[in-house]
């Protein structure tokens, strides 16, 4: 009888200690960090941005030339690779909305019903209702991952679709 439960209390208590070693998303923290770094890092974010820089002008302030805007244009306006492109937003827009109803429970309704005779009685029907509700607890961060995992693929079809643009403007030009 004392040896079950011991068993049992050092089976609770190793149990106990390895769940409370569990720390899968701790914050990062950065100690060693040189102070020069972080004092030249604070004052970059200190300096405003320059409205007129070159990166932060549309390709049609860039391009005066009406031949050239047009053919840009029309361009940008039939490319398949382009397309393909805003497709892969929207196949990831649609995926990280997905991801973030996970969080939500889940609920299916998948009603039945079937009529039978046998010999010569009468015809006889049955019904069934059945309803299942389904909800995921993110106790390990498979759910997190996932979301973050689409937010960072539809930022990705985003800046590729960006890229595409510059090198379909860059090579018309």
Request: hydrophobic share 45%; glycine share 6%; aromatic share 10%.
């Amino acid at each position: 009888m004392k040896i079950k439960n011991f068993s049992l209390v050092l089976a609770a208590s190793l149990s106990v200690t390895a769940l409370s070693g569990c720390g899968i998303y701790k914050k990062y923290d950065v100690k060693d960090i040189d102070s020069q770094l972080v004092k030249v890092y604070a004052e970059a974010l200190q300096i405003q941005d320059d409205s007129t820089a070159f990166g932060n002008l549309s390709w049609r302030a860039v391009f005066t030339d009406p031949a050239l805007v047009d053919l840009i244009q029309r361009a940008l306006d039939n490319n398949k690779d382009l397309r393909n492109a805003k497709l892969n937003i929207d196949i990831a827009h649609a995926q990280l909305k997905g991801a973030r109803l996970s969080y939500l429970p889940s609920l299916a309704f998948t009603p039945n019903g079937a009529g039978a005779k046998y010999a010569d009685n009468d015809f006889s029907w049955t019904y069934q209702l059945p309803l299942a509700v389904n909800w995921e607890v993110d106790i390990f961060g498979k759910i997190l991952n996932t979301k973050r995992g689409a937010e960072m693929a539809e930022l990705q079809s985003r800046a590729y679709e960006q890229a595409v643009r510059s090198q379909i403007i860059a090579g018309v030009a």
